[in-house]
């Protein structure tokens, strides 16, 4: 068994896929990890016939595997596939077209071999989230400093920014059952969350991004991705859901979602359905204060 397991589902981008694979075995072998880092592939049954290329080209590497889906069976439950048929100490689900640094996985190798975390976070710039470049190198021991500290909905939604353990993963049939949301993988961190407050995070990375994602390239609804992170946030206990909102609201007006607020009748609605209206009114008096900016 790997100590890291990196998982990349993908779907008809066999040419995004070649160039993350090609910079991973790069890293891999430069830092000499090939026994302790390993890569699976799981292909959503793609039409694309530039899968067979990377098979034939990469199976040699010991490293290296390849799964086929023999349906399509969707993005989030691709995703959650992973954490419920995969062996590994650590799971890294990578998109298959982030802008990737590797220059941390060292690091990343020794804190998994030598300390005890359930989470590691790798600071990351997201293209329409201001707050994600004021996250720094650290070490967060309770659930309260992690929801307090990871309230960007794109720090715990970029998955690729993710790296989680067993422990967690454990609470993967969370994350099955709310794959609607988009986020099955939130789903099963904010479980973990909720139900141990003695978990530990590790912020990668120092001051400087390893990950670059433009959500500009986004495939997905806005809407639908945002409505389904707030409904996550619903699903915890009292105490962790207060904290979870309250800082939220705090980082609001610095995140593409605030504007998307009040554009969009039916996310308006999702919202209140979610948090009820004390939140808007909390949400509104901010905006008052000048405490949040739109735009």
Same mark, same amino acid.
């Given at each position: 068994?790997?100590?890291?397991?990196?998982?990349?589902?993908?779907?008809n #981008?066999?040419?995004?896929?070649?160039?993350?694979?090609?910079?991973?075995?790069?890293?891999?072998?430069r830092?000499?990890?090939?026994?302790?880092?390993?890569?699976?592939?799981?292909?959503?049954?793609?039409?694309?016939?530039?899968?067979?290329?990377?098979?034939?080209?990469?199976?040699?590497?010991?490293?290296?595997?390849?799964v086929?889906?023999?349906v399509?069976?969707?993005?989030?439950?691709?995703i959650t596939?992973?954490?419920?048929?995969?062996?590994?100490?650590?799971?890294?689900?990578?998109?298959?077209?982030?802008?990737l640094d590797?220059?941390?996985?060292?690091?990343?190798?020794?804190?998994?071999?030598?300390?005890?975390?359930?989470?590691?976070y790798?600071?990351?710039?997201?293209?329409?989230?201001s707050?994600?470049?004021?996250?720094?190198?650290?070490?967060? %021991?309770?659930?309260?400093?992690?929801?307090?500290?990871?309230?960007?909905?794109?720090?715990?939604?970029?998955?690729?920014? %993710?790296?989680?353990?067993?422990?967690?993963?454990?609470?993967?049939?969370?994350g099955?059952?709310l794959?609607?949301?988009?986020?099955?993988?939130v789903?099963?961190?904010?479980?973990?969350?909720?139900?141990?407050?003695?978990?530990?995070s590790?912020?990668?990375?120092? %001051?400087?991004?390893k990950?670059?994602?433009?959500? #500009?390239?986004?495939?997905?609804?806005p #809407?639908?991705?945002?409505?389904?992170?707030?409904r996550?946030?619903?699903?915890?206990?009292?105490?962790?859901?207060?904290?979870?909102?309250?800082?939220?609201?705090?980082?609001?007006? #610095?995140?593409?979602?605030?504007?998307?607020?009040?554009?969009?009748?039916?996310?308006r609605?999702?919202?209140?359905?979610?948090?009820?209206?004390?939140?808007?009114?909390?949400?509104l008096?901010?905006?008052?204060?000048?405490?949040?900016?739109?735009?």
């Open positions: 068994m790997c100590s890291l397991t990196i998982y990349i589902p993908s779907y #981008r066999s040419e995004y896929l070649t160039r993350t694979l090609n910079h991973l075995c790069t890293s891999i072998e830092f000499g990890l090939e026994s302790e880092v390993c890569i699976v592939v799981s292909d959503n049954c793609s039409e694309d016939s530039g899968y067979s290329e990377i098979v034939e080209n990469y199976s040699s590497k010991k490293y290296f595997s390849y086929r889906q023999t399509n069976i969707g993005l989030a439950a691709n596939f992973g954490f419920s048929n995969l062996d590994f100490e650590y799971i890294w689900v990578l998109s298959d077209d982030d802008t590797l220059s941390f996985i060292p690091k990343l190798m020794s804190y998994i071999q030598n300390e005890t975390f359930d989470h590691f790798i600071r990351s710039s997201i293209t329409g989230d707050r994600c470049d004021e996250i720094h190198g650290g070490e967060l %021991n309770n659930s309260k400093n992690i929801l307090e500290t990871y309230s960007c909905f794109a720090m715990l939604g970029l998955i690729s920014a %993710n790296i989680y353990s067993k422990r967690i993963c454990k609470y993967c049939y969370v099955y059952d794959c609607w949301t988009l986020f099955p993988h789903a099963m961190f904010l479980e973990m969350v909720d139900k141990n407050t003695d978990i530990k590790r912020i990668l990375g120092g %001051n400087e991004n990950l670059v994602w433009d959500g #500009r390239r986004r495939s997905y609804s #809407r639908n991705a945002y409505a389904g992170m707030m996550l946030g619903g699903e915890l206990s009292p105490a962790n859901r207060t904290v979870f909102l309250n800082t939220m609201l705090n980082d609001f007006g #610095r995140s593409h979602i605030f504007n998307l607020f009040f554009s969009d009748r039916l996310f609605f999702y919202y209140i359905n979610s948090f009820g209206y004390l939140a808007l009114w909390k949400l008096v901010k905006v008052f204060h000048g405490k949040l900016k739109i735009g």
